[in-house]
């Protein structure tokens, strides 16, 4: 592969996406359309061992082995394909080996304190419930940015039959065996045709959703404290449990997880909801300062041991600038502004506001990896102070009229956060504008981050999202293509076309982070000029067709 670019193309999929495995993928990579289109790989967590979240609900970081191997890792760069890994900062799974121990040992586990025990945290900030956890004092949460409704607390069962309630800022779910009459007869002194009735009672009132104590228990009101204990000693849970920045085991497992991804090859670590990570009682809970630049600091010192670089993911609208403090730290940021912009630039036909952007970037020498689609969605809340909520709005109308989903934060009416669609889709499916936006996208500043889907010109798939049934917005945008699909969209002049433009972007001279980018915008036609060295590259975008013209010299 040509080494004249510093920020080429990187692919962005789950190990699973392509055909099934990492292998599979591999076997894409390799083929001669793909020749010098990718300088990086973007894998999401899921090729970790993982259990929720595809992928960011980490139980450790061995290669999850039903979907990739070492093996595959090392025909990555044999390709010359560098490697962009995840590291999830703020939590760990409860399946991981340290909650497993916490659950089993209590609090003689040598991780008592690698979790946030709530009650440790907010011990002398509120007052005890009845549930058994405190309940903060208003003016301590009153400033708090929670992910959900409520407070963010698992009530964990302890080895000595208490619950203790520990940090749970993202997804949780409790889990019941459903019992039968001998599981009932061994636990408690019943007769058998008791413990059969009583069991198709407790079974149908867990199926409701009901907790073990809200399960009417009429006509076996005796055997109720025996059968609520029973079930909830032996309760199992999922979810992501927040780690405990204080404690310094917490901070050895951060080293080894670098370590590790390191040892894979990563020459990128993107910081996963890092900014969540450090609490103090009445502070935001949410890129609180300076605490978050503190534990940045000290993770890139560890990063630094190891040679990789760090990519902070934040999410924040524009007007709080939260990307400048991040590139003026020294760091690469993410461009959650660019999906947006160009969708609006491509819908109003200008291109003003996309070199307002672009010259910002370039005169405050902001390193960005840029987007079109990802994983998550289409970002919208970043839009705040660069566009005005009525475009924002109008926008959302579009991408929605046209099959998309809008997440709201906690469902709360005008919090609008992402909407849910393929970029594909997002453009009206329209292979015109698709190519438009990609080329755009490659002459924008920044290393481009290529979504697989919008790549193979992916469509909304809703039949996914009725699969994934509550909370499944997301699976409109995830679609795993087989290998035959993939076969079958090579053939399409928007997928060759997208491959030609990502090879131009990664083997023409002109483009690198320090290279000069020269942006005019004349009615409808929008001209980049990239200079670097004696080379130059120029694209003319004319937003009135949707026409694009590339030149080298």
């Not at 041991?305 to 007007?319: D, N, R, T, W």
């Not at 910002?360 to 969605?377: A, F, P, S, T, Y």
């Amino acid at each position: 592969m040509s080494k004249f670019v510093d920020n080429g193309p990187m692919l962005n999929a789950y190990p699973d996406s392509m055909g099934g495995t990492l292998g599979d993928i591999v076997s894409v990579l390799s083929k001669d359309a793909f020749k010098d289109v990718f300088q990086s790989f973007y894998i999401l967590p899921s090729i970790f061992n993982t259990d929720l979240d595809r992928g960011f609900s980490v139980i450790d970081y061995g290669i999850n082995e039903q979907l990739g191997s070492k093996e595959d890792i090392e025909a990555l760069k044999a390709l010359d394909i560098n490697l962009k890994l995840d590291f999830i900062l703020n939590h760990a799974s409860v399946l991981s080996p340290q909650f497993q121990d916490l659950i089993k040992n209590g609090e003689k586990s040598k991780y008592a304190d690698f979790f946030i025990n709530w009650n440790k945290f907010w011990d002398g900030y509120g007052e005890m419930t009845d549930e058994g956890y405190i309940q903060p004092d208003q003016k301590y949460i009153k400033d708090m940015f929670f992910r959900k409704p409520g407070l963010p607390i698992l009530m964990v069962r302890m080895p000595d039959g208490k619950d203790v309630p520990y940090w749970n800022t993202f997804y949780q779910e409790v889990q019941y065996k459903r019992p039968d009459a001998q599981d009932l007869m061994e636990k408690m002194d019943i007769q058998y045709l008791s413990a059969q009735r009583l069991a198709v009672k407790v079974c149908e009132g867990l199926d409701e959703g009901k907790k073990p104590a809200e399960i009417d228990y009429t006509g076996f009101e005796k055997y109720k404290d025996a059968v609520v204990d029973y079930l909830e000693s032996g309760r199992r849970y999922l979810g992501q449990m927040d780690l405990n920045i204080k404690s310094d085991l917490v901070w050895e497992h951060y080293r080894n997880t670098l370590k590790s991804l390191a040892g894979y090859g990563a020459s990128i670590v993107r910081l996963d909801a890092f900014a969540y990570a450090p609490k103090e009682p009445g502070k935001k809970n949410f890129l609180n300062e300076p605490d978050t630049w503190d534990v940045l600091e000290k993770v890139k010192k560890l990063a630094d041991e190891f040679k990789v670089s760090l990519l902070p993911e934040i999410h924040a609208s524009y007007s709080e600038k939260i990307y400048e403090v991040v590139a003026d730290k020294g760091y690469m940021t993410y461009d959650f502004f660019l999906p947006g912009l160009l969708i609006y630039a491509i819908e109003s036909k200008s291109g003003e506001l996309l070199k307002k952007w672009a010259d910002e970037i370039q005169e405050k020498k902001i390193r960005v990896v840029n987007m079109l689609g990802c994983h998550d969605g289409i970002p919208l809340l970043d839009l705040k102070g660069i566009l005005p909520e009525e475009d924002i709005q109008n926008m959302i109308d579009t991408i929605v009229g046209r099959g998309g989903f809008v997440k709201d934060l906690h469902g709360a009416k005008n919090m609008y956060y992402q909407v849910n669609a393929t970029y594909y889709s997002a453009l009206g499916d329209d292979d015109k504008k698709m190519l438009f936006a990609r080329a755009i996208q490659m002459f924008m500043p920044g290393k481009p981050q290529v979504w697989y889907l919008d790549l193979f010109a992916g469509k909304n798939d809703h039949e996914a999202v009725k699969r994934a049934g509550a909370g499944g917005h997301k699976e409109i945008n995830r679609t795993n293509l087989t290998l035959n699909q993939i076969n079958e969209a090579m053939e399409k002049d928007v997928v060759k076309k997208q491959l030609d433009l990502l090879r131009f972007r990664n083997t023409c001279p002109a483009f690198g982070f320090d290279a000069k980018l020269d942006v005019t915008v004349d009615g409808s036609l929008m001209k980049f000029v990239w200079e670097n060295n004696g080379h130059k590259a120029a694209l003319e975008a004319d937003f009135s067709d949707y026409s694009y013209k590339i030149s080298e010299n």
